[in-house]
């Protein structure tokens, strides 16, 4: 272990400068950027994780109305079953395509330019969507939810980075956790408006589907007016003055000069470096443990197994004694449970950090995984284990939500500087959307091997996870980007001095022509 140093001059500054931006408050423009960026983006993957439960049962009976009009004859079973299990999982890969595509998207058009043109694939997906039982085309479904994946695809990439590049770093964590907390609300109003006596109902249900064109719509509306992440226009686009009035708006002060400076040393850092590619990302030994802790953190995020607790709620309420028709109402609870932890989230992560609450959220999640496993397991001989089981079920899902379900994508823009962040992104969103392929197609095998044991799996996941970021991990919070990068360096055996060392350096220089200057003043005056 090396031993701690006393704080250099330049880590003094680097303190003194988190105290004052402290007591800045936070400015609405920078709220508004982070509200409206999220409402049209991670927003909306939420609520389409959730919005085809309640019309399910309408949607294959419209496939097979339409099939039967079409072909003269009822379509069999089993096409409908694969007509649907291509609906659903069709988003997936509308996902893995729209990461893929990310990188290239951010350099044509940037941070905030990708989002906007990103409510582009909403409009057309909902247009797609609501319309298709009309023009009696149930193609038209399937190509909507390939495309309103592709959007979800590039937010999920686009908005993380855009809200960790405008953020002071002592509310990084904060404002980046707004990408979480909306998916979560997402969630929660796809539940809401799929209940029958809003738009859950055979005559209503493409309704749900025009939804999806509102939160594109008012994004569209303000994000405009809002500016573009000031580190990508000084970075990249090498254009100062917009990056002066960026800071100036976002943080709502006059002098930026200390965040300019900032960003102006992150560039020297990487000079004659300009945005790497996938592949120079993954051959570089500067950022080989930032990437392999981010593709194992993305992975856990999906592999965890909150993805197979859904299949079991429904059923255990049942065995509860709860009738049939008020379990949706019950469910109700778990969007609920998962949007306020995200909150809570939200507020705490500048307080206690990344690293303890990506920590406690897995290790909470093995723990609850394992009760989850006795309780079913006794669930048929005890009449109240049930609603154990229950409990453990939201237990689960608030231990997701206290870190695991949000903060991934804030590590992921706070791991890389900005020429890598790009191919950082577009990797993490690839492992993201393999990884919800690989449950979504694994699960239903595990589960039929392995029954009421399958959640053993996700407790070897979550204690795996929990043990490696326990163990590679550094504390982010407060942190610049050029610090965190440097905690890395001793991991990845790599010298890079640190705005301390660099400091002294100066100084010392400073001192010795100081020196140099008086020595000869003596030998002038001497004669």
């Not at 402290?22 to 609520?47: D, E, I, M, R």
């Not at 400076?261 to 790497?276: G, K, Y």
């Not at 070897?460 to 990068?485: A, Q, R």
Request: hydrophobic share 45%.
């Amino acid at each position: 272990m090396d031993k701690p140093q006393r704080d250099s001059p330049a880590d003094q500054d680097t303190s003194d400068s988190g105290k004052n931006s402290k007591k800045q408050p936070v400015t609405a423009c920078l709220l508004s950027a982070a509200f409206f960026g999220a409402l049209g983006s991670s927003f909306l993957y939420g609520y389409n994780l959730s919005v085809v439960n309640a019309p399910a049962l309408y949607i294959q009976a419209f496939y097979n109305k339409t099939w039967n009009e079409r072909y003269g004859e009822p379509v069999g079973e089993e096409t409908v079953t694969l007509l649907w299990s291509l609906t659903v999982s069709i988003f997936a890969i509308g996902g893995l395509l729209g990461a893929l595509s990310v990188s290239l998207i951010f350099k044509v058009l940037g941070r905030k330019g990708t989002l906007l043109l990103n409510n582009s694939f909403a409009v057309i997906a909902a247009l797609l969507l609501s319309l298709g039982e009309k023009a009696k085309s149930f193609e038209m479904l399937i190509i909507g939810r390939l495309i309103i994946g592709v959007d979800s695809g590039i937010s999920l990439s686009a908005l993380p980075m855009y809200l960790g590049e405008i953020s002071p770093r002592h509310i990084r964590g904060f404002i980046g956790q707004f990408n979480s907390i909306l998916i979560c609300l997402g969630v929660f109003t796809g539940q809401v408006l799929g209940l029958p006596e809003l738009l859950g109902q055979e005559s209503r249900w493409n309704y749900l589907f025009s939804f999806l064109a509102l939160p594109a719509l008012l994004q569209l509306c303000v994000l405009p007016f809002l500016p573009e992440s000031p580190r990508y226009l000084l970075i990249e686009r090498k254009d100062e003055a917009g990056a002066e009035r960026a800071f100036q708006r976002f943080l709502g002060k006059k002098d930026v000069s200390q965040e300019l400076e900032e960003v102006h040393a992150e560039a020297r850092a990487q000079d004659n470096l300009h945005t790497v590619s996938v592949l120079q990302l993954l051959r570089s030994q500067a950022v080989r443990w930032q990437l392999i802790t981010i593709i194992i953190t993305m992975a856990c995020y999906q592999l965890c197994g909150l993805n197979a607790i859904w299949y079991y709620t429904n059923g255990i309420l049942q065995e509860a004694g709860f009738a049939e028709n008020i379990v949706p109402y019950i469910t109700l609870s778990t969007g609920a449970i998962e949007t306020l932890a995200a909150i809570i989230s939200g507020l705490v992560i500048e307080r206690i950090g990344r690293k303890p609450l990506l920590i406690f959220g897995f290790c909470a999640m093995a723990v609850f995984f394992s009760l989850l496993t006795v309780f079913l397991n006794f669930q048929d001989s005890v009449s109240w284990m049930p609603y154990l089981s229950y409990i453990c079920i939201m237990a689960v899902i608030a231990s997701f939500c206290s870190g695991p379900g949000g903060i991934p994508f804030v590590l992921t823009g706070e791991l890389f500087e900005q020429s890598y962040r790009p191919a950082a992104f577009m990797i993490a969103g690839t492992v993201n959307w393999l990884s919800n392929c690989a449950v979504g197609l694994l699960f239903p095998f595990i589960q039929e091997t392995l029954q009421t044991f399958t959640f053993l799996v996700f407790v070897v996941v979550c204690t795996s996870g929990s043990i490696y970021l326990y163990v590679v991990l550094p504390e982010t919070k407060n942190k610049t980007f050029m610090d965190i990068s440097q905690s890395f360096a001793k991991i990845n055996k790599i010298l890079v001095p640190s705005p301390s060392h660099e400091m002294e350096l100066v100084l010392s220089m400073k001192s010795d022509m100081n020196g140099k200057f008086q020595d000869v003043t003596k030998m002038e005056s001497s004669f």
